[in-house]
């Protein structure tokens, strides 16, 4: 199965983001990372390819996936037939946003 192209705009430290790389990682499958925390410019990247501001934000094969979870990302990545069912697990939740201590964390980061 050929891999897919997967561009993935995604936060430093984000619960969401975190289920988005595992997603990947689960399925083994390469992707570029572009952190909106430490660039900027991704940010803006994102914004303007998906015409929204929530992330993550995932573009598969030039397909934009706005403010996605890695449990959606697992299933268009299954409805796609870009990869198949895996017996690989994660041990990061698919599906989860960050908790109230790492919400505070990064606001003292501001």
Same mark, same amino acid.
């Given at each position: 199965?050929?891999?897919?192209?997967?561009?993935?705009?995604l936060k430093t430290h984000c619960g969401w983001s975190r289920g988005v790389r595992a997603a990947f990682e689960k399925h083994d &499958?390469?992707?570029t990372e572009k952190d909106i925390i430490q660039?900027? /410019?991704?940010r803006f990247e994102m914004?303007?390819?998906?015409?929204?501001p929530l992330s993550p934000c995932v573009?598969?094969?030039?397909?934009? &996936?706005? /403010?996605?979870?890695?449990?959606?990302?697992?299933?268009? &990545? &299954?409805e796609q037939g870009l990869v198949g069912q895996t017996s690989?697990?994660?041990d990061v939740p698919l599906?989860?946003?960050?908790? /109230?201590e790492e919400h505070a964390s990064m606001v003292r980061l501001k």
């Open positions: 199965m050929e891999k897919p192209e997967i561009t993935a705009y &499958l390469p992707y660039n900027p /410019d991704f914004e303007q390819l998906s015409g929204q573009s598969i094969n030039g397909i934009m &996936l706005a /403010d996605i979870s890695g449990e959606e990302v697992e299933a268009y &990545l &299954l690989n697990s994660t599906n989860a946003p960050c908790s /109230d």
